[in-house]
């Protein structure tokens, strides 16, 4: 009995000690099946003890149309999860893939094999193994095939076999670069310096990046334009990241992935964290063909000009135009005003430019006009415009400022100009998206000329009429009409400070903008009580100190009352979703085309374009009869995501209009829309889907 109970035990011990064996097998069962894309593991010959041994999963497709995943899949897909059954000791190294492909579908990017392929897996046994006696490697793989439309998962049971080609898996693979790269993370934009020499060839270029998670809630937008430039034997990419989520998680401490040169070709790197230069080279890769610098240089010369015309500027026409009348038949006079006019719009629009690219040096995603997204500065033109408007209809004068009706001087001439410029700011008209959105990424020397040149092109109607006397006498004679015009000017400004008042509201809440007419208020009564506006008349020193203490009163409640309402998305005939990266991938993968605008309160040209082109029930019928998807980016706060997606599309600021044909890339719309743009672009697309 105790010799029957004995062996009773020892069984059911041994069949204890199966079960996890038999558990880990049924797990390891393959339930899906490799129909789709077959998988067979192949041995290089038999391994060595402290040698290095490759092992290769060949990957073959069913169809053409089945393709497999490279090991970060993008923005859709899976990646291999593989496993093997080795003795204790030996190390399984990370897989090496030959070079992936891109496929894009609805915006979503993939990094994918089409045809066949092979994965090499080198495998280490240890110093002392006995390799002679190990049995034929076995394991297990999952796995994913997909089509354009489709998507199924396998897995397989793996047993090695000898032969292969594995000299053709091995040249497949990209080579390692002896050099270790150096990558750095600004804002939402991941830099990557490749050490490649000069003398190589480039083709079309594309990073695969392996890493799919960057720390602090970055992740890599896979299919945005990715930025390259060059100098000597240092190669940069630059791509755009999109937070998701909170940010957490440290910064990696390797990225790693596949530099594609083009045709086939392809390199391994391994990147550090270093600092990488972006700023000092010109790109040759980007979000378009990079124009000759004097090719942006005239286009920002002729947006500079032409923002003369534009809604935002037309409240300092007015300026212009007085300053230039009061200059008469003076040639030396006229031609000191509008030197120092242009000296004062250059100089704001060269230092404003200056800010910017030192701002976006040090990581901060900013663009032009990105100052309005400032509370006080917001106040600041407040103010400002409502003590131009109160000087034009008289309260008060300015000794030698042609806006007061006076006398013109150089220092006035030079005080609109710096006027002129800061208020147009808001505006982006056509050819400057193209010239800023290429100064931001420029070197710092050639940005700089580049917003020089918006200086001297907003500037330049004044210039002429100082220098030509022939356009100089066109003007008309300087007489009574000059005042009954300075106060009909006292309208637009009016509108202007209107406006600011709004934007004081929407940005600060109502007791933020109370505060803010106090301090306007008290400057005014201050300006008045100080500078009267008729000969003769003295200073009212109490009423000035008055004014003074309201202000300043004022000023500090501003700083208590600060208190920015909740963003809430303003109505639209169009419906559009609040933009996002996302949301965007979703639109475009509904097959379906997309129009997205991008816009700001304190943007004048923005809510132009709104009025004429986009809130119009046309447009509505259109949108809806093509099943158009919408979305809206509003800029009139800080926003990284939105800042970051202006800057890979080239933008330096707001308006951007961007129409997605159904299944296409984007296009990128005028700033300035007419009536039935978007009508037309609906119906096209109407068509197209119905073909």
């Given at each position: 009995?105790?010799?029957w109970?004995?062996?009773?035990?020892?069984i059911?011990i041994?069949?204890l000690?199966?079960?996890?064996?038999?558990s880990?097998?049924?797990?390891?069962?393959?339930?899906?099946?490799?129909?789709?894309?077959?998988?067979?593991?192949?041995?290089?010959g038999a391994?060595k003890?402290?040698?290095?041994?490759?092992?290769?999963?060949?990957?073959?497709?069913?169809?053409?149309e089945?393709?497999?995943?490279?090991?970060?899949p993008g923005?859709?897909g899976?990646?291999?999860?593989?496993?093997?059954?080795?003795p204790?000791?030996?190390?399984v190294?990370?897989?090496?893939?030959?070079l992936?492909?891109?496929?894009?579908i609805?915006?979503?990017?993939?990094?994918?094999?089409?045809?066949?392929y092979?994965?090499?897996?080198?495998?280490m046994p240890?110093e002392?193994?006995?390799?002679?006696?190990?049995?034929?490697?076995?394991g297990?793989?999952?796995?994913?095939?997909?089509?354009?439309?489709?998507c199924?998962?396998?897995?397989?049971?793996?047993?090695?076999t000898?032969?292969g080609d594995?000299?053709?898996?091995?040249a497949?693979?990209?080579?390692?670069?002896?050099?270790?790269?150096?990558?750095?993370?600004?804002g939402e934009?991941?830099?990557?310096?490749?050490?490649?020499?000069?003398?190589?060839?480039?083709?079309?270029l594309h990073?695969?990046?392996?890493?799919?998670?960057?720390?602090?809630?970055?992740?890599?937008?896979?299919?945005?334009?990715?930025t390259?430039?060059?100098?000597g034997?240092?190669l940069v990419?630059?791509?755009?990241?999109t937070?998701?989520?909170?940010?957490?998680?440290d910064?990696?401490?390797?990225?790693?992935?596949?530099?594609?040169l083009?045709?086939?070709?392809?390199?391994?790197?391994?990147?550090?964290?270093?600092?990488v230069?972006?700023?000092?080279?010109?790109?040759l890769?980007?979000?378009?063909?990079m124009?000759?610098?004097?090719?942006?240089?005239?286009?920002?010369?002729?947006g500079g000009?032409?923002?003369?015309?534009?809604?935002?500027?037309?409240?300092?026409?007015?300026?212009?135009?007085?300053?230039?009348?009061?200059?008469?038949?003076?040639?030396a006079a006229?031609?000191?005003?509008?030197?120092a006019?242009?000296?004062?719009v250059v100089?704001a629009?060269?230092?404003?430019?200056?800010?910017i690219?030192?701002?976006?040096?040090?990581?901060?995603q900013?663009?032009?006009?990105?100052?309005?997204?400032?509370?006080a500065?917001?106040?600041?033109?407040?103010?400002?415009?409502?003590?131009?408007?109160?000087?034009?209809?008289?309260?008060?004068?300015?000794?030698?400022?042609?806006?007061?009706g006076?006398?013109?001087?150089?220092?006035?001439?030079?005080?609109?100009?710096l006027?002129?410029?800061?208020?147009?700011?808001?505006?982006?008209?056509p050819?400057m998206?193209?010239?800023l959105?290429?100064?931001?990424?420029?070197?710092?020397?050639?940005?700089?000329?580049?917003?020089t040149?918006?200086?001297?092109?907003?500037?330049l109607?004044?210039?002429?009429?100082g220098?030509?006397?022939?356009?100089?006498?066109?003007?008309?004679?300087?007489?009574?009409w000059?005042?009954r015009f300075?106060?009909?000017?006292?309208?637009?400004m009016?509108?202007t400070?209107?406006?600011?008042?709004?934007l004081?509201?929407?940005?600060?809440g109502?007791?933020?903008?109370?505060?803010?007419?106090?301090v306007a208020?008290g400057?005014?009564?201050?300006?008045g009580?100080?500078l009267p506006?008729?000969?003769?008349?003295?200073?009212?020193t109490?009423?000035?100190?008055?004014?003074l203490?309201?202000?300043?009163?004022?000023?500090?409640?501003?700083?208590?009352?600060?208190?920015?309402?909740?963003?809430e998305?303003?109505?639209?005939?169009?419906?559009?979703?609040?933009?996002?990266?996302?949301?965007?991938?979703?639109?475009?993968?509904?097959?379906?085309?997309?129009?997205?605008?991008?816009?700001?309160?304190?943007?004048?040209?923005?809510?132009?374009?709104?009025?004429?082109?986009?809130?119009?029930?046309?447009?509505?019928?259109a949108?809806e009869?093509?099943?158009?998807?919408?979305?809206?980016g509003?800029?009139?706060?800080?926003?990284?995501?939105?800042?970051?997606?202006?800057?890979?599309?080239?933008?330096?600021?707001?308006?951007?209009?961007?129409?997605?044909?159904?299944?296409?890339?984007?296009?990128?719309?005028p700033?300035?829309?007419?009536?039935?743009?978007?009508?037309?672009?609906?119906q096209?697309?109407?068509?197209?889907?119905?073909?």
């Amino acid at each position: 009995m105790d010799v029957w109970r004995v062996r009773m035990a020892a069984i059911l011990i041994a069949v204890l000690c199966l079960l996890p064996v038999v558990s880990h097998a049924q797990e390891r069962a393959p339930r899906y099946g490799d129909d789709n894309i077959a998988v067979q593991l192949y041995a290089n010959g038999a391994p060595k003890a402290g040698e290095e041994w490759l092992l290769a999963l060949r990957f073959t497709p069913s169809a053409p149309e089945w393709h497999g995943y490279w090991a970060n899949p993008g923005d859709a897909g899976q990646g291999m999860d593989l496993q093997l059954d080795l003795p204790d000791g030996w190390v399984v190294g990370k897989p090496l893939y030959p070079l992936p492909q891109t496929l894009l579908i609805g915006g979503l990017m993939n990094h994918i094999f089409e045809g066949e392929y092979a994965v090499l897996v080198p495998v280490m046994p240890p110093e002392g193994a006995d390799v002679a006696g190990i049995a034929s490697v076995t394991g297990y793989v999952e796995y994913l095939a997909c089509t354009d439309r489709v998507c199924v998962p396998q897995d397989a049971a793996l047993r090695a076999t000898s032969g292969g080609d594995f000299a053709t898996w091995r040249a497949a693979v990209a080579p390692l670069l002896d050099s270790t790269a150096g990558f750095e993370i600004t804002g939402e934009r991941l830099r990557i310096g490749i050490p490649l020499p000069a003398s190589m060839e480039l083709g079309d270029l594309h990073l695969f990046l392996e890493n799919a998670d960057l720390g602090n809630g970055l992740r890599p937008q896979y299919a945005a334009i990715q930025t390259w430039v060059r100098e000597g034997n240092l190669l940069v990419a630059e791509l755009p990241l999109t937070r998701i989520g909170k940010a957490g998680g440290d910064t990696p401490a390797q990225v790693e992935g596949i530099l594609s040169l083009g045709e086939g070709r392809g390199v391994r790197f391994v990147a550090e964290p270093a600092d990488v230069p972006l700023e000092a080279v010109k790109p040759l890769r980007g979000p378009d063909v990079m124009p000759e610098l004097w090719v942006l240089l005239l286009a920002s010369l002729l947006g500079g000009l032409l923002l003369n015309v534009m809604p935002c500027v037309f409240p300092i026409l007015s300026l212009k135009a007085l300053a230039l009348a009061k200059a008469g038949g003076d040639e030396a006079a006229a031609r000191r005003d509008a030197l120092a006019y242009t000296a004062g719009v250059v100089l704001a629009c060269a230092g404003l430019g200056a800010l910017i690219l030192l701002l976006r040096s040090a990581g901060q995603q900013v663009g032009w006009a990105f100052q309005l997204q400032e509370p006080a500065i917001i106040a600041s033109l407040f103010v400002l415009s409502a003590a131009i408007t109160a000087n034009f209809f008289g309260l008060f004068s300015i000794p030698g400022i042609a806006i007061s009706g006076g006398k013109p001087s150089s220092g006035g001439s030079f005080a609109t100009g710096l006027l002129a410029a800061f208020v147009a700011t808001p505006c982006t008209g056509p050819f400057m998206a193209l010239a800023l959105g290429a100064a931001l990424v420029l070197r710092p020397v050639e940005g700089l000329a580049i917003f020089t040149a918006l200086g001297v092109g907003l500037a330049l109607p004044f210039l002429l009429v100082g220098f030509v006397p022939a356009i100089r006498k066109r003007l008309p004679a300087p007489g009574p009409w000059m005042e009954r015009f300075r106060r009909w000017m006292a309208l637009p400004m009016g509108l202007t400070a209107l406006a600011l008042a709004w934007l004081l509201w929407r940005v600060g809440g109502p007791l933020f903008f109370l505060a803010g007419t106090g301090v306007a208020a008290g400057i005014l009564l201050a300006l008045g009580a100080f500078l009267p506006s008729r000969a003769g008349e003295k200073r009212d020193t109490r009423l000035t100190a008055v004014g003074l203490a309201i202000a300043a009163i004022s000023g500090l409640a501003m700083a208590e009352t600060f208190d920015p309402p909740v963003a809430e998305e303003a109505e639209s005939l169009l419906a559009p979703r609040p933009f996002s990266q996302d949301a965007l991938a979703e639109a475009r993968a509904s097959g379906k085309p997309v129009f997205v605008w991008f816009t700001a309160d304190w943007c004048v040209t923005c809510k132009v374009n709104e009025s004429v082109a986009i809130e119009r029930e046309e447009a509505r019928a259109a949108f809806e009869q093509a099943g158009v998807v919408s979305l809206r980016g509003d800029w009139t706060r800080k926003d990284e995501e939105i800042a970051s997606f202006l800057a890979s599309q080239g933008a330096a600021g707001v308006p951007l209009y961007l129409w997605y044909p159904a299944g296409g890339d984007a296009q990128q719309l005028p700033q300035v829309l007419t009536p039935d743009l978007l009508p037309q672009l609906a119906q096209s697309g109407a068509e197209r889907t119905r073909r």
